[in-house]
C-alpha cells in the first residue's frame, strides 16, 4: 500500500507538471521595440532664429520598448495586452507619448472571431486611419503626423481610460468604435471622447474614414503631454498599391471651437527600387477655414535603406511655407513649429527595430 501511495503522488506529480507545460505553451509575451536617432538641421528655429543642428530622437519612428502578449483560453477566445512606453535617444528619458512610463500603450482585452475589445491606454481609430492613408508611413519628420501633433498634440493618439472595440472583416469592410471615459464624478461630459472608423480593402485598393470628437478636462487632463484637447476631426482617405509602387490621399479636417478650422489636402507615393531601397515623397496644404490667409505647404522626401529587416539608414528633406498665422512646422522632434514664411530642414539617421 506503502508503495502504491508513493506511485499515485508520482503520477500526480507528473500530470501536474504536464498541464502546466500545456498551459504555457498556449500563452506568449513578446518584447519588441525601436530605437531611432538622427541629426537634424533647420534653416531657421520657430521663433525665426538662426540655423540649427542637432542630435534628436526619432527622425522616422518614436523610440519605443514595450511587451505584447496572448493566452489562448480556448473555443478561439484569446487574452490580449500591451504595455508600450516612449524613451529618447538623446537623454534616456521618458518621450514620444503623453509624459507617463507606459503613455504610448497600455490596455488589456479580449480577441476572437467576433471581433476584438480593449480598454486602457490605445490609439484612437481617428489616429489609425490617418496612419493608414499617410504616403509617409507617418513619419516624424516631413509628414501629416507633423500636422496632426501641432494642431491638437497627443489628444487621440494617446488615449487614456478607453474602451475600444474592432470588428472582424466582412466582405472587406472592418470598423471600429472608441469611448474615452472622463473620469470625473458628476460630469460625465469632462475629458469625455469617442472615435469610429470604417475600413474598406479590396485587392491593392483601401479606402478608410473615420471621426473623432473630445472634450477638455476629466482625470487625463493631468497627463504632462495633453491628451484632451478639445477638438473635432473627421478624415477620409484611400490608397493603392500597384506592384513596387503605393500611391495615398487624404483630406483631414481638425477643428477647434473659437479657434482654428484646418483642413489638411495631402498625398504622396512610396515606391521600393530594390528589396532593400525604398523612396517616398508627399506634400500637404492646409488652410484654416476661419481665415483663408493662415495656410500652408509642407513638402516631404526620403530614402531609406535597409542593412537588415531590423536596421535601416535613413536620409530625409523638408520644405514649409507659411502664410499667416498658420505655424506648420518640419519635425516632431526638435522643429514641431515654423515662425512665417519659409523653412528647410533635413535629417539623416538609423533606426534598429527589435
Do not use: C
Not at 69 to 76: I, K, N, P, S, W
Not at 78 to 107: P, Y
Amino acid at each position: 500500500m506503502k508503495n502504491l501511495g508513493s506511485r499515485t503522488i508520482a503520477l500526480a506529480i507528473a500530470a501536474s507538471g504536464m498541464v502546466a507545460s500545456s498551459a504555457y505553451a498556449q500563452s506568449a509575451v513578446t518584447l519588441y521595440g525601436i530605437l531611432d536617432a538622427g541629426l537634424l538641421y533647420t534653416s531657421r528655429t520657430a521663433g525665426g532664429g538662426a540655423h540649427q543642428v542637432s542630435m534628436i530622437d526619432g527622425g522616422t519612428a518614436g523610440s519605443r520598448f514595450g511587451m505584447r502578449g496572448t493566452e489562448d483560453l480556448g473555443g478561439g477566445l484569446k487574452a490580449i495586452f500591451a504595455l508600450e512606453s516612449g524613451i529618447s535617444m538623446a537623454n534616456g528619458g521618458i518621450a514620444n507619448s503623453n509624459g507617463n512610463f507606459f503613455g504610448r500603450q497600455a490596455w488589456v482585452g479580449l480577441t476572437s472571431d467576433l471581433g476584438t475589445v480593449q480598454a486602457g491606454v490605445q490609439y484612437s481609430p481617428f489616429v489609425l486611419s490617418l496612419i493608414n492613408t499617410d504616403p509617409r508611413n507617418v513619419s516624424y519628420f516631413g509628414s501629416a503626423a507633423v500636422i496632426y501633433v501641432g494642431n491638437v498634440l497627443d489628444t487621440g493618439l494617446f488615449n487614456p481610460n478607453a474602451i475600444s472595440y474592432t470588428s472582424p472583416v466582412i466582405a472587406g469592410l472592418q470598423g471600429s468604435v472608441m469611448l474615452a471615459l472622463g473620469g470625473e464624478p458628476g460630469n460625465f461630459q469632462a475629458g469625455r471622447q469617442y472615435s469610429a472608423r470604417l475600413k474598406y480593402e479590396i485587392g491593392g485598393l483601401t479606402v478608410d474614414t473615420a471621426l473623432y470628437s473630445g472634450n477638455v478636462g476629466g482625470t487625463a487632463a493631468s497627463t504632462p503631454v495633453p491628451t484632451t484637447v478639445a477638438f473635432t476631426g473627421r478624415t477620409i482617405g484611400a490608397g493603392y498599391t500597384y506592384g513596387r509602387l503605393t500611391a495615398k490621399a487624404s483630406f483631414v479636417n481638425y477643428k477647434l471651437a473659437g479657434s482654428f478650422d484646418n483642413r489638411v489636402y495631402g498625398g504622396g507615393l512610396s515606391f521600393a527600387v530594390t528589396p532593400a531601397l525604398n523612396v517616398d515623397a508627399g506634400a500637404w496644404y492646409t488652410s484654416d477655414g476661419n481665415d483663408t490667409a493662415n495656410h500652408s505647404i509642407l513638402t516631404g522626401v526620403g530614402i531609406e535603406y535597409f542593412l537588415s529587416k531590423r536596421t535601416t539608414l535613413y536620409g530625409q528633406f523638408a520644405f514649409v511655407n507659411n502664410h499667416g498665422k498658420m505655424n506648420t512646422g518640419l519635425s516632431l522632434n526638435g522643429a514641431l513649429y515654423a515662425s512665417e514664411g519659409s523653412t528647410s530642414g533635413a535629417v539623416v539617421g538609423i533606426r534598429h527595430a527589435f
